[in-house]
């Protein structure tokens, strides 16, 4: 049983778990979390090849569906999240290779400079403009990203480690990479 209302959640359908969390009911969010997000994960890894790029595609899905709940009408669960899964795919390659493509006609239209230092610019730049955004973000949200993402802690060790459900843990990522998406979008080819 998942929570003290004896509802097993597992063998509930997908339309009533659905159903159950458009009300609000997180436990049977986590329960269409826990029985696609494998599923989603790994469609995601084997066409983008990235484990960070496929789980955060993954995340966005869940973040928009419960974010949208109350609004989301879906027939087919699984259908939906897999073409959910299948647009976002897409557009990260198509984003990847606008960026390959950019790369390579700023370096036609250049000519030569030294890679090293306008990479180190750059990297500067781009350092100063992500410690900016992060700055803008509450203090559990930056603690939690940087333990992630420049102390390498998996969600699990981070949720032991401060003491909250790896869901908070995993929101608090999901929010900060949003956030960082918005600040830094001239940083970013579209």
Known sequence: MDNSSGIEYARLSDIILHRLMQTGDEAAFREIYRKYWQLLFGIAYRKLQSQENAEEIVQDIFVDIWERRA?????????????????????????????????????????????????????????????????????????????????????????????VPERTVEYHITLALRTLRLQLKEFAVK
Do not use: H, W
């Open 71 to 163: 609004s989301l009408q879906i027939d087919d669960l699984r259908k939906y999240l897999m073409g959910a899964a299948k647009y976002r795919i897409l557009n990260a390659i198509k984003a990847r290779l606008i960026r390959e493509r950019y790369a390579v006609f700023c370096q036609s239209q250049t000519g030569y400079t030294d890679p090293l230092t306008e990479n180190e610019l750059a990297f500067q730049d781009l350092t100063k403009a992500v410690e900016q955004a992060l700055l803008s973000m509450s203090p559990k949200t930056q603690a939690i990203f940087r333990l992630n993402r420049f102390d390498n802690q998996s969600v699990r060790e981070i949720a032991i480690q401060l003491s």
